[in-house]
Nanobody, 126 residues
Framework: QVQLVESGGGLVQAGGSLRLSCAAS????????MGWFRQAPGKEREFVAA????????VYVDSVKGRFTISRDNAKNTVYLQMNSLKPEDTAVYYC???????????????????WGQGTQVTVSS
């Protein structure tokens, strides 16, 4: 089992940047693909980005490609989401998830993730 704690959210103006972190407990962090999802008020939780266990493969939703970068440091049990050129429509609670399945390409499906953090609020003002 793994416990996840997100941090780094906040209020930023459009065009600004934030870096989210997700720290994982346990000694098997490298055994999980990791993903970032977000949920805006009144909407379902949606996929943002995911990274494979070793960090070699990353996938993104089209709306953040070229603006967001997911990375991980397995020595620090942490996954990051660097968010640049933020837009008001990026406003949401951001969650990280851990997927214990042994896949090469990380999943975009919310139901494939077994563990979740509590979320961190990102608010982008226009």
């Amino acid at each position: 089992q793994v416990q996840l704690v997100e941090s780094g959210g906040g209020l930023v103006q459009a065009g600004g940047s934030l870096r989210l972190s997700c720290a994982a407990s346990g000694r098997t962090f490298s055994g999980y693909a990791m993903g970032w999802f977000r949920q805006a008020p009144g909407k379902e939780r949606e996929f943002v980005a995911a990274i494979s266990r070793g960090g070699a493969t990353a996938v993104y939703v089209d709306s953040v490609k070229g603006r967001f970068t997911i990375s991980r440091d397995n020595a620090k049990n942490t996954v990051y989401l660097q968010m640049n050129s933020l837009k008001p429509e990026d406003t949401a609670v951001y969650y990280c998830g851990a997927d214990r399945r042994l896949t090469v390409v990380p999943s975009r499906r919310r139901d494939d993730y077994d563990y979740w953090g509590q979320g961190t609020q990102v608010t982008v003002s226009s």
